[in-house]
């Protein structure tokens, strides 16, 4: 059995970020009364907490107030999300992912969870209206709600999938994902871990995965 701990952004889905990041931005303006600087952040790989944290530095704001208030710009991204979100964002998935999500899932050998940077309800509300989402029980995974450091992610997928006592073996985990921080966070906790170059890397850039996909068609060929 492995357990298969799957990327959104660039991985499963393509262009769907407008939305998601003005939500966000609009959220950090809401609650801390700044302009997001023009100085540009690195957003690919990056949970949605640890971008909020990066943007509101440059604009000044001291840490402490940035963990003070960090619940309050969660839950306004989430709720800015969910009225900026398209209806639909089936034209998003990336090609080819159906088509593997409808392969793994009923295989005995597989269990497809996510591991993503997004907050949970952004996440779960993406891959809802991408068509995805039943691929992805509820109560598994990882998001970035459940930590700013990305790295820390895998072993809350693992606990979410045996137990506490009892993770999930890092061994029999496979992290998918088009960074080269999902091939950090998957080292970091001791995972196998596959890239995909769909995302804004390409297959040089993610050389530190055990195994680099140029589509989902031959990341389909890596995991059966």
Same mark, same amino acid.
């Given at each position: 059995?492995?357990?298969?701990?799957?990327?959104?952004?660039?991985?499963?889905? &393509?262009?769907?970020?407008?939305?998601?990041?003005?939500?966000?931005?609009?959220?950090?303006?809401?609650?801390?009364?700044?302009?997001?600087?023009? %100085?540009?952040?690195?957003?690919?790989?990056?949970?949605?907490?640890?971008?909020?944290?990066?943007?509101?530095?440059?604009?000044?704001?001291?840490?402490?107030?940035? %963990? *003070?208030?960090?619940?309050?710009?969660?839950? *306004?991204?989430?709720?800015?999300?969910?009225?900026?979100?398209?209806?639909?964002?089936?034209? &998003?998935?990336?090609?080819?992912?159906?088509?593997?999500?409808?392969?793994?899932?009923?295989?005995?050998?597989?269990?497809?969870?996510?591991?993503?940077?997004?907050?949970?309800?952004? *996440? &779960?509300?993406?891959?809802?209206?991408? /068509?995805?989402?039943?691929?992805?029980?509820? /109560?598994?995974?990882?998001? /970035?709600?459940?930590?700013?450091?990305?790295?820390?992610?895998?072993?809350?997928?693992?606990?979410?999938?045996?137990?506490?006592?009892?993770?999930?073996?890092?061994?029999?985990?496979?992290?998918?994902? %088009?960074?080269?921080?999902?091939?950090?966070? *998957? &080292?970091?906790?001791?995972?196998?871990?596959?890239?995909?170059?769909?995302?804004?890397?390409?297959? %040089?850039?993610?050389?530190?995965?055990?195994?680099?996909?140029?589509?989902?068609? /031959?990341?389909?060929?890596?995991?059966?």
């Amino acid at each position: 059995m492995r357990l298969l701990l799957f990327d959104i952004d660039g991985t499963l889905l &393509r262009r769907a970020t407008t939305e998601h990041r003005a939500a966000l931005h609009g959220a950090i303006e809401e609650i801390h009364g700044v302009e997001i600087p023009d %100085d540009t952040v690195s957003y690919a790989g990056r949970t949605d907490l640890e971008i909020a944290r990066a943007i509101l530095t440059l604009a000044g704001v001291d840490a402490a107030a940035i %963990d *003070a208030r960090q619940a309050a710009v969660r839950d *306004a991204a989430c709720d800015r999300y969910a009225h900026l979100a398209p209806e639909s964002l089936r034209d &998003r998935v990336a090609p080819g992912i159906p088509e593997l999500l409808d392969e793994l899932e009923p295989r005995p050998d597989v269990r497809l969870s996510l591991l993503t940077g997004n907050l949970e309800p952004i *996440a &779960r509300l993406k891959l809802r209206r991408a /068509g995805l989402l039943h691929h992805f029980p509820a /109560g598994q995974g990882a998001y /970035g709600s459940d930590g700013e450091d990305r790295a820390t992610l895998p072993a809350v997928a693992r606990v979410r999938a045996g137990s506490r006592e009892l993770p999930f073996p890092a061994q029999d985990t496979v992290v998918i994902g %088009d960074t080269p921080a999902d091939i950090a966070c *998957a &080292r970091a906790d001791g995972c196998a871990v596959i890239a995909v170059a769909t995302g804004p890397f390409d297959a %040089d850039e993610l050389a530190g995965a055990d195994a680099v996909a140029d589509d989902a068609h /031959g990341l389909l060929e890596l995991l059966v």
